[in-house]
């Protein structure tokens, strides 16, 4: 995934773009200099070589032609064409008007009917390429056709003083040469430009990227929470603005943070030391409204009434101070090896739930974990579905794995069989001072069990989770990972 990630990089599109740009101009512009050049030198050769089929008959033919002289102009005219590369046909005009044939095999290039019946009207000429084999490169010629025309013939006998046709076919191997030589310096030339590019391209993208990356780095270091990352600036242009704008940013977040942390600080402290204050006091009149609530007997509701609410007021206080150690980073964990079966007894047990709450899971099933905060847990899950849901309410508990294949551990679930956890209140059901009963001006709840269970499922490493069973009712799944002896050191 990151050498994915580093070839789509941005700096890899600078750089492809750049270099394609370049290899598409460059390429363009060998094309059209080929295109220009081949076209600058075929037409030179053929201009050439026309010229002088064209020089030649108007010198060698004369204007008043003696009978019987074809063979003798033939010859002279072949000897005036010949040069290197080139091949000359004299062949005689038919007398019945058709066109003249040179032998096979007198030519480099084989002539059409065509080509010679147009080359009676004058000169003509065509472009061909011969190849040995159909695989294989041809080499191109240049075919020239003529017949000397406004010349005078006897009176008597005008059949025998018709000049020869004239063939010619040139090679044009040389000019081929040539361009075979300048295709591979233009392909040296475009390698050599698109080296270039990339080189320019990889020095304009660094140039480009590194203040990117700063600010990259930069942005992960404040999302780590370093609020004191700046980055440098340098220069005036759109990414100095854009570092400057960073900076802003960050100093902004900063404060802003850094207030809000104070603010929770002293709140946090308020609470502890609210929660602290009013600890000794409630205890003692806990134990007060106890004696006076048993010494009015039936006649004493009011005194049932201050010492429940002394009691429910003295658990609140309880948990806040429970909370306040868990947000001071105070808790901490005193493991040892715990039966499940007998620790989730005993928590039943103590709080007269035993009768009302199934149990099932091996009896030897052990667990390393805090028998106080797993007892806190399981309190806290069993109440909650003894006062929120419906009976029955179950406890069921054995190994399991965190994820399939994953850590091993120990899964406790507690349900019932009630409404269920409204759909609003499913996200947010672990925060704190969160009822069931909102609308409510009072419950019996404190609304910070819930958030206490988890709280100590983290401590221990594990998860709680909540969820709606498809049969009706709430689920609270607890898992806490199989310890080893050198975690528990570490946590003591």
Do not use: C
């Not at 080929?34 to 002088?52: C, E, G, I, N, P």
């Not at 900076?247 to 902004?252: I, L, W």
């Not at 409404?419 to 996200?427: A, E, K, R, V």
């Amino acid at each position: 995934m990151r050498r994915l990630r580093r070839l789509t990089g941005l700096r890899v599109r600078l750089a492809a773009a750049f270099t394609a740009v370049a290899l598409l101009s460059s390429v363009l512009a060998s094309g059209i200099s080929y295109v220009l050049l081949r076209r600058v030198m075929l037409q030179r050769a053929q201009d050439a070589v026309l010229t002088d089929v064209r020089s030649v008959l108007a010198q060698r033919t004369p204007r008043n032609l003696p009978p019987d002289t074809e063979p003798l102009l033939a010859a002279q005219l072949k000897d005036a064409l010949a040069g290197p590369g080139r091949k000359i046909a004299a062949v005689p005009v038919p007398l019945d008007g058709s066109a003249a044939m040179p032998r096979p095999g007198s030519l480099d290039v084989p002539v059409s009917e065509e080509f010679a019946r147009r080359a009676m009207r004058g000169i003509v000429f065509q472009r061909l390429v011969r190849r040995s084999r159909p695989s294989l490169e041809g080499m191109p010629y240049l075919l020239v056709g003529a017949r000397v025309l406004g010349y005078e013939t006897t009176v008597d006998e005008p059949e025998r003083t018709t000049p020869p046709m004239v063939f010619v076919s040139v090679s044009l191997a040389r000019e081929a040469a040539d361009l075979r030589t300048f295709t591979r310096v233009l392909v040296v030339a475009d390698v050599a430009a698109l080296v270039a590019a990339l080189l320019l391209a990889l020095l304009a993208t660094r140039g480009v990227l590194r203040p990117v990356r700063r600010l990259g780095a930069a942005a992960r270091a404040l999302g780590q929470g370093r609020l004191d990352t700046r980055v440098r600036v340098r220069g005036s242009d759109e990414l100095a603005d854009l570092a400057r704008t960073y900076n802003h940013a960050a100093a902004a977040l900063e404060r802003t943070v850094t207030e809000l942390r104070a603010m929770e600080a002293a709140s946090r402290r308020f609470v502890a030391d609210v929660s602290h204050e009013l600890r000794t006091p409630l205890t003692s009149m806990i134990a007060m409204t106890d004696v006076l609530a048993e010494e009015a007997g039936d006649d004493g509701g009011a005194a049932r009434l201050v010492a429940e609410e002394t009691r429910r007021l003295g658990g609140l206080v309880e948990h806040l101070i429970e909370i306040s150690r868990f947000d001071a980073g105070a808790a901490a964990l005193v493991l040892d090896d715990v039966n499940v079966a007998d620790a989730v007894a005993g928590t039943l047990s103590a709080r007269g739930w035993a009768d009302r709450v199934a149990v099932a899971g091996p009896a030897d099933l052990f667990v390393r974990a805090d028998p106080r905060r797993l007892d806190v847990i399981v309190a806290n899950l069993a109440g909650n579905a003894l006062k929120h849901g419906g009976p029955p309410v179950s406890v069921r508990f054995g190994p399991a794995a965190r994820d399939p294949g994953g850590e091993p551990g120990v899964r406790i679930d507690v349900a019932d069989r009630g409404p269920g956890i409204p759909d609003d209140l499913l996200p947010v059901v672990f925060d704190r001072f969160v009822k069931a009963e909102a609308a409510r001006s009072r419950s019996e709840g404190s609304g910070l069990g819930l958030s206490i269970a988890q709280a100590n499922a983290v401590l221990h490493d594990g998860t709680l989770e909540a969820a709606n069973a498809p049969d009706g009712g709430a689920v609270f799944t607890l898992w806490l990972p199989a310890r080893q002896a050198a975690e528990e050191e570490r946590d003591a």
